[in-house]
Protein backbone atom coordinates (compact mmCIF):
# COMPACT_ATOMS: atom_id res chain seq x y z
CA UNK A 1 0.00 0.00 0.00
CA UNK A 2 1.17 3.04 -0.81
CA UNK A 3 0.58 6.64 1.27
CA UNK A 4 1.67 10.03 0.28
CA UNK A 5 2.35 12.94 2.65
CA UNK A 6 1.31 16.22 0.21
CA UNK A 7 2.52 19.60 1.69
CA UNK A 8 1.40 18.61 5.22
CA UNK A 9 3.19 17.58 8.41
CA UNK A 10 1.71 14.16 8.81
CA UNK A 11 -1.33 12.11 6.70
CA UNK A 12 -4.01 9.97 8.44
CA UNK A 13 -3.58 6.16 7.93
CA UNK A 14 -5.32 3.04 9.62
CA UNK A 15 -2.21 0.68 10.04
CA UNK A 16 -2.69 -2.30 12.21
CA UNK A 17 0.25 -3.66 12.75
CA UNK A 18 -0.33 -5.62 16.40
CA UNK A 19 2.16 -8.67 15.43
CA UNK A 20 4.78 -5.83 14.44
CA UNK A 21 5.64 -7.64 11.17
CA UNK A 22 4.73 -4.17 9.05
CA UNK A 23 7.65 -2.61 7.41
CA UNK A 24 8.04 0.78 5.79
CA UNK A 25 9.91 2.51 2.66
CA UNK A 26 10.49 6.19 0.87
CA UNK A 27 9.56 5.50 -2.29
CA UNK A 28 9.74 8.88 -4.20
CA UNK A 29 10.19 12.44 -2.71
CA UNK A 30 9.30 15.99 -4.01
CA UNK A 31 10.54 19.33 -2.51
CA UNK A 32 11.47 22.93 -4.04
CA UNK A 33 14.31 24.38 -2.47
CA UNK A 34 13.31 27.37 -0.47
CA UNK A 35 17.06 28.11 1.56
CA UNK A 36 19.20 30.54 1.07
CA UNK A 37 22.67 30.45 1.99
CA UNK A 38 23.51 34.15 1.60
CA UNK A 39 20.91 36.27 3.52
CA UNK A 40 20.49 39.47 5.58
CA UNK A 41 19.49 37.10 8.40
CA UNK A 42 22.50 35.34 8.15
CA UNK A 43 24.38 38.48 8.05
CA UNK A 44 26.70 36.94 5.22
CA UNK A 45 25.44 38.93 2.60
CA UNK A 46 27.96 41.97 1.88
CA UNK A 47 31.34 42.90 0.74
CA UNK A 48 33.18 46.33 1.12
CA UNK A 49 34.95 48.27 -1.58
CA UNK A 50 37.18 51.39 -0.01
CA UNK A 51 34.81 51.33 3.09
CA UNK A 52 31.49 51.12 1.33
CA UNK A 53 29.14 48.45 1.31
CA UNK A 54 27.96 46.21 -1.11
CA UNK A 55 25.12 44.58 -0.18
CA UNK A 56 24.31 41.12 -1.61
CA UNK A 57 20.41 40.40 -2.30
CA UNK A 58 19.00 37.32 -0.40
CA UNK A 59 19.44 34.34 -2.47
CA UNK A 60 20.86 30.38 -2.73
CA UNK A 61 24.48 31.49 -4.84
CA UNK A 62 26.40 29.14 -6.53
CA UNK A 63 30.00 30.64 -6.85
CA UNK A 64 29.56 31.59 -10.62
CA UNK A 65 26.13 32.87 -10.40
CA UNK A 66 27.95 35.11 -7.15
CA UNK A 67 31.15 35.79 -9.46
CA UNK A 68 28.72 37.45 -12.39
CA UNK A 69 26.63 39.05 -9.85
CA UNK A 70 28.91 40.39 -7.20
CA UNK A 71 32.37 40.66 -8.38
CA UNK A 72 32.40 41.02 -11.99
CA UNK A 73 30.27 44.30 -11.81
CA UNK A 74 32.50 45.38 -8.90
CA UNK A 75 35.44 45.51 -11.33
CA UNK A 76 37.30 42.34 -9.83
CA UNK A 77 38.14 39.29 -12.56
CA UNK A 78 37.83 35.88 -10.79
CA UNK A 79 37.90 32.21 -11.27
CA UNK A 80 37.65 28.65 -9.83
CA UNK A 81 40.14 26.02 -10.47
CA UNK A 82 38.07 23.40 -11.16
CA UNK A 83 40.32 20.81 -9.34
CA UNK A 84 40.32 21.80 -6.25
CA UNK A 85 37.67 24.54 -5.85
CA UNK A 86 40.22 27.54 -4.99
CA UNK A 87 38.36 30.86 -5.81
CA UNK A 88 41.35 33.30 -7.46
CA UNK A 89 40.06 37.41 -7.21
CA UNK A 90 42.33 39.64 -9.30
CA UNK A 91 41.36 43.90 -8.92
CA UNK A 92 42.66 46.89 -8.42
CA UNK A 93 45.36 47.08 -5.86
CA UNK A 94 43.95 50.64 -4.88
CA UNK A 95 40.85 49.30 -4.01
CA UNK A 96 40.79 47.82 -0.28
CA UNK A 97 37.94 45.14 -0.03
CA UNK A 98 36.75 43.31 2.65
CA UNK A 99 34.73 40.54 2.60
CA UNK A 100 32.48 39.63 5.27
CA UNK A 101 34.15 36.75 8.05
CA UNK A 102 31.05 34.24 6.78
CA UNK A 103 31.29 34.64 3.31
CA UNK A 104 35.00 34.85 3.39
CA UNK A 105 34.75 31.22 4.30
CA UNK A 106 32.10 30.16 2.47
CA UNK A 107 34.89 31.37 -0.17
CA UNK A 108 37.80 29.86 1.09
CA UNK A 109 39.78 33.04 1.09
CA UNK A 110 39.81 33.89 4.62
CA UNK A 111 42.95 32.06 5.39
CA UNK A 112 44.09 33.28 2.32
CA UNK A 113 48.41 33.32 2.67
CA UNK A 114 49.16 34.08 -1.03
CA UNK A 115 51.10 37.36 -1.02
CA UNK A 116 51.95 38.97 -4.24
CA UNK A 117 54.69 41.37 -5.47
CA UNK A 118 52.62 44.47 -4.30
CA UNK A 119 51.86 43.52 -0.89
CA UNK A 120 51.12 40.39 1.99
CA UNK A 121 48.14 38.90 2.79
CA UNK A 122 46.52 40.26 5.75
CA UNK A 123 44.95 37.59 8.05
CA UNK A 124 42.88 39.09 10.57
CA UNK A 125 39.51 38.75 11.35
CA UNK A 126 37.28 40.07 8.18
CA UNK A 127 41.02 40.61 6.24
CA UNK A 128 41.21 44.11 4.63
CA UNK A 129 42.88 43.11 1.54
CA UNK A 130 45.36 45.59 -0.29
CA UNK A 131 47.26 42.89 -2.45
CA UNK A 132 45.89 42.60 -6.03
CA UNK A 133 45.57 38.92 -6.09
CA UNK A 134 44.12 36.62 -3.50
CA UNK A 135 44.21 32.68 -4.35
CA UNK A 136 41.72 30.90 -1.44
CA UNK A 137 43.64 28.83 0.56
CA UNK A 138 40.36 26.29 1.06
CA UNK A 139 37.79 25.57 -1.60
CA UNK A 140 34.68 26.79 -1.87
CA UNK A 141 31.54 25.61 0.18
CA UNK A 142 28.03 26.90 -0.69
CA UNK A 143 25.76 24.55 0.21
CA UNK A 144 23.70 24.99 2.88
CA UNK A 145 23.05 21.21 3.81
CA UNK A 146 26.02 19.03 3.11
CA UNK A 147 23.38 15.95 3.38
CA UNK A 148 19.36 15.77 3.91
CA UNK A 149 17.55 12.79 6.15
CA UNK A 150 14.17 11.55 5.99
CA UNK A 151 12.77 10.62 9.46
CA UNK A 152 9.32 8.74 10.29
CA UNK A 153 7.97 8.92 13.95
CA UNK A 154 6.23 6.03 13.53
CA UNK A 155 9.65 3.97 13.09
CA UNK A 156 10.33 0.84 15.03
CA UNK A 157 13.41 3.06 16.48
CA UNK A 158 14.82 0.41 18.45
CA UNK A 159 15.56 -1.83 15.43
CA UNK A 160 16.98 1.29 13.87
CA UNK A 161 20.11 2.42 14.86
CA UNK A 162 22.13 5.84 13.69
CA UNK A 163 25.36 6.13 15.31
CA UNK A 164 24.57 2.98 17.45
CA UNK A 165 21.55 5.15 18.85
CA UNK A 166 17.78 4.54 18.19
CA UNK A 167 16.73 6.40 15.42
CA UNK A 168 13.58 7.13 13.11
CA UNK A 169 15.71 7.91 10.50
CA UNK A 170 13.90 6.31 7.27
CA UNK A 171 16.71 7.16 4.47
CA UNK A 172 19.56 9.77 3.76
CA UNK A 173 18.80 11.70 0.32
CA UNK A 174 21.45 12.99 -1.93
CA UNK A 175 21.70 16.31 -1.84
CA UNK A 176 21.25 18.57 -5.00
CA UNK A 177 22.37 21.46 -6.29
CA UNK A 178 19.62 23.02 -7.58
CA UNK A 179 19.27 26.82 -7.83
CA UNK A 180 16.86 28.46 -5.27
CA UNK A 181 13.09 27.87 -6.24
CA UNK A 182 14.25 24.37 -8.52
CA UNK A 183 12.10 21.19 -7.75
CA UNK A 184 14.21 18.29 -7.08
CA UNK A 185 12.45 15.11 -7.52
CA UNK A 186 14.44 11.64 -5.85
CA UNK A 187 13.37 8.22 -6.80
CA UNK A 188 14.89 4.93 -5.56
CA UNK A 189 15.61 1.77 -7.46
CA UNK A 190 16.44 -0.58 -4.19
CA UNK A 191 14.31 0.15 -1.49
CA UNK A 192 15.38 -0.22 1.90
CA UNK A 193 11.98 -1.16 4.36
CA UNK A 194 12.19 -0.87 7.67
CA UNK A 195 10.12 -1.71 10.72
CA UNK A 196 7.21 0.31 11.88
CA UNK A 197 6.34 0.93 15.41
CA UNK A 198 3.71 -2.20 16.87
CA UNK A 199 0.68 -1.51 17.40
CA UNK A 200 -2.59 0.41 15.54
CA UNK A 201 -1.04 3.21 13.65
CA UNK A 202 -3.32 6.51 13.01
CA UNK A 203 -1.16 8.80 11.59
CA UNK A 204 2.76 8.61 9.13
CA UNK A 205 4.72 12.04 10.08
CA UNK A 206 7.76 11.87 7.77
CA UNK A 207 10.38 14.85 8.67
CA UNK A 208 13.57 16.51 6.57
CA UNK A 209 16.01 17.10 8.42
CA UNK A 210 19.47 18.18 8.56
CA UNK A 211 22.87 16.13 9.57
CA UNK A 212 22.35 18.19 13.32
CA UNK A 213 19.14 17.08 13.31
CA UNK A 214 17.28 20.17 12.16
CA UNK A 215 13.97 20.71 10.37
CA UNK A 216 14.69 21.42 6.51
CA UNK A 217 12.98 24.05 5.18
CA UNK A 218 11.23 23.69 1.82
CA UNK A 219 8.11 24.56 0.44
CA UNK A 220 5.94 21.70 -2.25
CA UNK A 221 7.28 18.76 0.06
CA UNK A 222 5.73 15.57 -0.97
CA UNK A 223 6.82 12.32 0.30
CA UNK A 224 5.54 8.84 -0.87
CA UNK A 225 5.87 5.77 1.44
CA UNK A 226 5.28 1.76 0.45
CA UNK A 227 4.20 -0.16 3.21
CA UNK A 228 3.82 -4.08 3.30
Not at 9 to 24: E, L, Q, R, W
Not at 191 to 216: A, D, H, M
Request: net charge negative; aromatic share 10%.
Amino acid sequence: MFYTVNNSKSVACSITNDDGHKKVALHEVFYTISWFNISKEKRNNWISLNKKKIIIPDGYYDVCTLIKEVFEPSGFQASLNESNLHLTLTWNKTVSLEIEDQLADMLGVKYSKQPTESAAVDNTHSPKIEQQTIVGSDPVKMSVHDQIFLYLKELQSSYNHLNNSPSYLLRPLPVSRAPYGESVHVTFSHLQYKPLTNGFINTLTPELRNKKGELVECSDLTVVLEIN
